[in-house]
């Protein structure tokens, strides 16, 4: 069982940056897929960004096209979301997520592992 845990949560302000963390547990990570989702309180969640195996392809939700950047160091399994330009309705938790086998089944939630999550709040 892969174990993804998420860090660098906390409290910015609007226009502001933030950097999220995840790591796996075992160095098979380097084959999965990884990627982010958000949940903001009363809401569904929502696809954020994912990186390919490779670390080559990426995608994005609209919502945070240019603004967030998802990367990968395969010698670490470690994946990051920088995020930039934050607003106050990007507040919300944030889960990692691990293993789907393209980037469409991970845009769609279909993976394998998730993180406990990490809240990050936008405020001024």
């Known amino acids: 069982q892969v174990q993804v845990v998420e860090s660098g949560g906390g409290l910015v302000q609007p226009g502001g940056s933030l950097r999220l963390s995840c790591t796996a547990s075992e160095h098979t990570s380097s084959f999965y897929t990884m990627g982010w989702f958000r949940q903001a309180p009363g809401k569904e969640r929502e696809f954020v960004g994912a990186i390919a195996s490779s670390g080559g392809l990426t995608t994005y939700a609209d919502s945070v096209k240019g603004r967030f950047t998802v990367s990968r160091d395969g010698a670490e399994n470690t994946v990051h979301l920088q995020m930039n330009s934050l607003k106050p309705e990007d507040t919300a938790v944030y889960y990692c997520?691990?293993?789907?086998?393209?980037?469409?089944?991970?845009?769609?939630?279909?993976?394998?592992?998730w993180g406990q999550g990490t809240q990050v709040t936008v405020s001024s």
């Open positions: 997520a691990a293993g789907a086998k393209t980037l469409v089944n991970m845009r769609r939630g279909l993976v394998d592992y």
